[in-house]
């Protein structure tokens, strides 16, 4: 009987550990990939809300990237000639005139306010002031914290080093969009300093409406809103 020793062959093993994780701008690509399927009733564009608290703040990139998405979007279009088409019904802007033209004319205006106030109010300042555009949705606390807090949000901004400021993009780019369109409202309807302060004070009064509904109605009727988890910071 022959007893063979038993050969052990050690081999050594060179364990690597990959770490694989996205940077701060890819998730925040990701981020803005939901926030681009987000409509509501889904039909119209509810781009600029964020349902993660957390969320990762956009590049300057990012910020004009959809700011153009949804100034092209085709909701946007039409919103904008339904406007126009009230206005010339209840003659609104009388130098513009009736007709073809009054209604063109009108449409343009319309959607310059449109375009101006989102690349201004939600790309140009905020890529400057390093603001973040998008509305927060909060979901959490009693009905009258989230009251003030939707309220609130028209005039402060969480910055994007993640700290709560004075929303000045959105109040300086409502005076900067309605001075811009003294540049071709008719004559009549230009009151300079007047027009540009009242166009202003109803941008941050719409944003504050527009913010109320946002924080208690819309949620629920825009089908790819993402789950949300309070629970998660």
């Given at each position: 009987?022959?007893?063979v020793?038993?050969?052990?062959l050690t081999?050594?093993?060179n364990?690597?550990?990959?770490?694989?994780?996205?940077?701060?701008v890819?998730?925040a690509?990701?981020?803005?990939?939901?926030?681009?399927?987000q409509r509501v009733?889904?039909?119209v564009p509810?781009?600029?809300v964020?349902?993660?608290?957390?969320?990762?703040p956009?590049?300057?990139?990012?910020?004009?990237?959809?700011?153009w998405?949804?100034?092209?979007?085709?909701?946007?279009?039409?919103?904008?000639?339904a406007?126009a088409?009230?206005?010339?019904a209840q003659?609104?802007f009388?130098?513009y005139?009736?007709?073809t033209?009054?209604?063109?004319?009108r449409?343009?205006?319309?959607?310059a306010?449109t375009?101006s106030?989102?690349?201004?109010?939600g790309?140009i300042?905020?890529?400057?002031l390093?603001q973040?555009p998008r509305?927060?949705?909060?979901?959490?606390?009693?009905?009258?914290s989230r009251f003030?807090y939707?309220?609130a949000a028209?005039v402060?901004c969480k910055?994007?080093n993640?700290?709560?400021?004075?929303?000045y993009?959105?109040?300086l780019?409502?005076?900067?969009?309605?001075?811009?369109?003294n540049l071709?409202?008719p004559?009549?309807?230009?009151?300079?300093a007047?027009?540009?302060l009242e166009?202003?004070?109803?941008?941050?009064?719409?944003?504050a409406?527009?913010?109320?509904l946002?924080?208690f109605v819309?949620?629920?009727l825009?089908?790819k809103?993402?789950?949300?988890?309070?629970?998660?910071?």
């Amino acid at each position: 009987m022959f007893l063979v020793p038993q050969i052990a062959l050690t081999v050594a093993a060179n364990v690597s550990e990959v770490n694989v994780g996205l940077s701060r701008v890819e998730v925040a690509e990701e981020q803005i990939k939901v926030e681009e399927t987000q409509r509501v009733l889904g039909i119209v564009p509810n781009f600029y809300v964020s349902y993660t608290p957390n969320a990762a703040p956009l590049t300057s990139t990012q910020k004009f990237k959809l700011a153009w998405r949804t100034s092209i979007d085709p909701v946007t279009f039409v919103i904008v000639g339904a406007a126009a088409g009230v206005e010339q019904a209840q003659n609104h802007f009388r130098g513009y005139g009736q007709g073809t033209e009054g209604y063109a004319k009108r449409y343009g205006a319309g959607y310059a306010d449109t375009f101006s106030g989102i690349f201004i109010g939600g790309a140009i300042l905020p890529s400057l002031l390093k603001q973040d555009p998008r509305f927060f949705y909060k979901a959490t606390g009693s009905f009258r914290s989230r009251f003030l807090y939707a309220l609130a949000a028209s005039v402060i901004c969480k910055g994007d080093n993640g700290r709560w400021q004075p929303n000045y993009s959105n109040i300086l780019g409502n005076l900067a969009s309605g001075g811009i369109s003294n540049l071709y409202y008719p004559d009549q309807d230009r009151n300079g300093a007047s027009l540009t302060l009242e166009n202003g004070a109803i941008g941050v009064a719409s944003g504050a409406v527009a913010n109320l509904l946002q924080e208690f109605v819309i949620r629920r009727l825009t089908p790819k809103a993402p789950p949300t988890d309070p629970a998660k910071p």
